[in-house]
């Protein structure tokens, strides 16, 4: 069964301070790993997707990494306004059109 | 466009009463999935629909859920009758046809069942 597994489940930081999100995967093939960042009372928004282990996206201050069995969210220098969840999600080889998603990561930036 | 539009944003009913959940999808995506999200078990896939007809329902919970979807731009959700633990926050996406790549959710609807 495909599994992904987030951690922290929580994390807060001072703003400027740098960190990084994990998102660790099992899937019997993995056809693209995607990012979604949720602010409260809205759904999930789309980030990146990467399909290939090494494979890095960019964007603003977040950049997404690649392995063949997990990935990582690493956030630089953060701001308050990045305070959200972020959701990590697999598609398999075997899922149709099936997004799994892990529980997420609950970012707080403090000011 | 208006991305995907869900109404109720919020609902609270009373155990054993029928509950409807509403969905318009992204003009142009033929694909509509519905997730519901709680805190034990995060985000998980009910149904999706390809041109309106439904490919995979294993998520489906009992039968107490149905969904269908009777044009391309309109889908609902039915929970009958609702019970507490349906509690959850439900959500509507919509990609194009066959794909899971431009998945764009809806701001959710909030079920809270007494």
């Known amino acids: 069964e495909d599994q992904v597994t987030q951690s922290p489940e929580a994390l807060r930081l001072q703003e400027g301070e740098s960190s990084s999100l994990n998102c660790s995967y099992t899937v019997s093939g993995l056809r693209g790993l995607f990012w979604y960042r949720q602010d409260p009372g809205k759904g999930p928004e789309f980030l990146f997707t990467l399909y290939s282990a090494g494979e890095e996206k960019e964007k603003e201050r977040l950049k997404a990494t690649l392995t063949k069995k997990e990935s990582f969210l690493h956030i630089t220098a953060p701001k308050p306004e990045d305070s959200a969840t972020y959701l990590c999600a697999v598609h398999a080889i075997q899922g149709a059109q099936k997004l799994v998603f892990g529980q997420g990561t609950r970012l707080t930036i403090n000011p | 466009d208006a991305g995907v539009i869900q109404s109720p944003r919020h609902e609270v009913t009373e155990m054993g009463q029928e509950v409807t959940l509403r969905c318009k999808p992204i003009?142009?995506?033929?694909?509509l999935f519905w997730y519901r999200q709680t805190m034990m078990r995060g985000l998980e896939l009910l149904i999706y629909?390809?041109?309106?007809?439904?490919?995979?329902d294993s998520g489906m919970p009992e039968d107490r859920f149905s969904a269908k979807m009777p044009n391309a731009s309109f889908s609902t959700l039915k929970i009958q009758p609702s019970e507490p633990r349906d509690s959850a926050v439900y959500f509507c996406?919509?990609?194009?046809?066959?794909?899971?790549?431009?998945?764009?959710f809806g701001s959710g609807t909030r079920l809270t069942v007494v």
């Open positions: 003009s142009g995506h033929n694909s």
């Open positions: 629909f390809n041109n309106n007809v439904p490919i995979d």
């Open positions: 996406a919509s990609s194009l046809a066959g794909t899971v790549y431009g998945y764009t």
